[in-house]
């Protein structure tokens, strides 16, 4: 099973850009789609965006389209999101997953088998 760390996140002021990083290790990170979720204080763990195995197919939650954009580069094994003109409803614990096999669109968290501990992205207005 693949292990993932996130890095990258902070606080920031509203308009300002972030780029989160997960990085993989154990089996091969090519087979894993993989996918950025959030959870906010008080709320249940939302999906932000994801990629096939190969980094074609991204998908997005609406309200982050235009705005964000997910990437992976298989020769470091690492996925990121690029996150640009943040605004105060992005705060959240952010997560990255990774789920094996060739599919695309997984918007769904329980469709995910391996998960990162998260990294924080607060927003300031």
């Known amino acids: 099973q693949v292990q993932l760390v996130e890095s990258g996140g902070g606080l920031v002021q509203a308009g300002a850009s972030l780029r989160l990083s997960c990085a993989a290790s154990?089996?091969?990170?090519?087979?894993?789609?993989m996918g950025w979720f959030r959870q906010a204080p008080g709320k249940e763990r939302e999906f932000v965006a994801t990629?096939?195995?190969?980094?074609?197919?991204?998908v997005y939650t609406d309200s982050v389209k235009g705005r964000f954009t997910i990437s992976r580069d298989n020769g470091k094994n690492t996925v990121y999101l690029q996150m640009n003109s943040l605004k105060p409803e992005d705060t959240a614990v952010y997560y990255c997953?990774?789920?094996?096999?060739?599919?695309?669109?997984?918007?769904?968290?329980?469709?995910?088998?391996?998960w990162g501990r998260g990294t924080q992205v607060t927003v300031s207005s």
């Open positions: 997953a990774a789920r094996y096999g060739s599919g695309i669109g997984w918007t769904t968290a329980t469709g995910y088998d391996a």
């Open positions: 154990g089996r091969a990170f090519s087979n894993y789609g």
């Open positions: 990629i096939d195995s190969r980094g074609a197919y991204p």
